[in-house]
């Protein structure tokens, strides 16, 4: 599979500390908020991902290696997304450049049921411009 960042301008480069895990993840807080199943996924994504923040595990793969429900796989990653530490496109995940503000607070999502499934971002907006012309 051909893989692609989902955010280029978000592009994480080693930090000067030498390590793929920030240090600002706990000096800036960005995590502090965060449910422990929002930071498992957190580290395991920064842990698997290639030089430009790249992995592709399936949910499947993540609950397996989580020891995690679909439902809490699904929940991690919507707690990221907001505040700009991960971008999401089934199945690849980018784990994002720190910088900046958080685009906004970290709340409990409403839990998801196990039929709820990720939609196609894409096929809406063409479903919606097909009704919109």
């Known amino acids: 599979m051909h893989k692609r960042p989902i955010s280029f301008p978000k592009l ?72 700009a530490l991960v971008a999401s496109q089934s199945p690849l995940s980018q784990v994002l450049a720190l910088g900046g503000a958080p685009r906004g607070p970290a709340t409990e999502l409403a839990p998801l049921s196990a039929d709820d499934e990720p939609v196609d971002l894409q096929a809406v907006f063409k479903q919606i411009g097909a009704v919109v012309s």
Do not use: N
Request: hydrophobic share 40%.
């Open 12 to 83: 994480r480069k080693v930090p000067k500390q030498c390590s793929w895990v920030d240090q600002r993840l706990v000096r800036d807080h960005p995590i502090d908020p965060l449910r422990h199943e929002a930071c498992t996924l957190s580290l395991f994504l920064v842990t698997v991902a290639d030089a430009e923040g790249l992995s592709v595990y399936s949910e499947r793969s993540l609950c397996q290696r989580l020891s995690m429900t679909l439902t809490g796989v699904r929940q991690a990653r919507q707690a990221l997304i907001p505040r």
